[in-house]
């Protein structure tokens, strides 16, 4: 197992919070001088707040850990390739790095739809390593939506 595979694990770990919680499944890690000081997983309808993603509570949490809104020298671990949203945040906080699982055909802004974090008229840009763990990755988000299409609509009953 690759350093990316390991830490790939631990946002997977994130992602299938949110699927116990109904939440779609994915999950955040940052990870500085070897260990996690950031973690999340998507908490939008539990939070009723739109932009709880789980990069956004992982970059967060992580802010705090460092006592700094600027997160050098980290990583960052996402089973799903940001948002627009997220990949903005990232760029904010200047994040170096960035690892994703499954690139997003409808909303990834990491190279599949836009390419915010590598936007050479932005003042920061994020090395990129996309795949890692893909099948995994992109399974527990089948998995999620094909339960949720198999329920009642609006009454999603996934175990």
Same mark, same amino acid.
């Given at each position: 197992?690759?350093?990316?595979?390991?830490?790939?694990?631990?946002?997977?770990?994130?992602?299938?919070?949110?699927?116990?919680?109904?939440?779609?499944?994915?999950?955040?890690?940052?990870?500085?001088?070897?260990?996690?000081?950031?973690?999340?997983?998507? &908490?939008? *309808?539990? $939070?009723?707040?739109?932009?709880?993603?789980?990069?956004? %509570?992982? /970059?967060?949490?992580?802010?705090?850990? +460092?006592?700094?809104?600027?997160?050098?020298?980290?990583?960052?671990?996402?089973?799903?390739?940001?948002?627009?949203?997220?990949?903005?945040?990232?760029?904010?906080?200047?994040?170096p790095t960035l690892v994703y699982g499954s690139p997003d055909p409808k909303a990834g802004a990491?190279?599949?739809?836009?390419?915010?974090? &590598?936007? *050479?008229? $932005?003042?920061?840009?994020?090395?990129?390593?996309?795949? %890692?763990? /893909?099948?995994?990755?992109?399974?527990? +988000?089948?998995?999620?939506?094909?339960?949720?299409?198999?329920?009642?609509?609006?009454?999603?009953?996934?175990?």
């Amino acid at each position: 197992m690759t350093e990316h595979e390991r830490w790939m694990e631990y946002a997977l770990k994130e992602a299938e919070q949110a699927y116990k919680r109904k939440e779609v499944p994915i999950g955040a890690v940052i990870v500085y001088d070897n260990r996690v000081i950031g973690r999340g997983y998507n &908490q939008i *309808e539990t $939070l009723k707040d739109p932009t709880a993603h789980a990069e956004i %509570i992982a /970059i967060t949490a992580a802010a705090s850990q +460092l006592n700094n809104h600027r997160l050098a020298d980290c990583t960052m671990y996402v089973t799903l390739e940001p948002c627009a949203m997220c990949a903005g945040a990232i760029v904010l906080a200047r994040i170096p790095t960035l690892v994703y699982g499954s690139p997003d055909p409808k909303a990834g802004a990491c190279g599949t739809l836009y390419n915010i974090v &590598q936007d *050479e008229r $932005l003042n920061h840009r994020v090395e990129l390593v996309r795949g %890692i763990l /893909i099948g995994k990755c992109r399974g527990i +988000l089948k998995d999620f939506f094909s339960k949720l299409r198999t329920t009642e609509i609006g009454k999603p009953k996934i175990h």
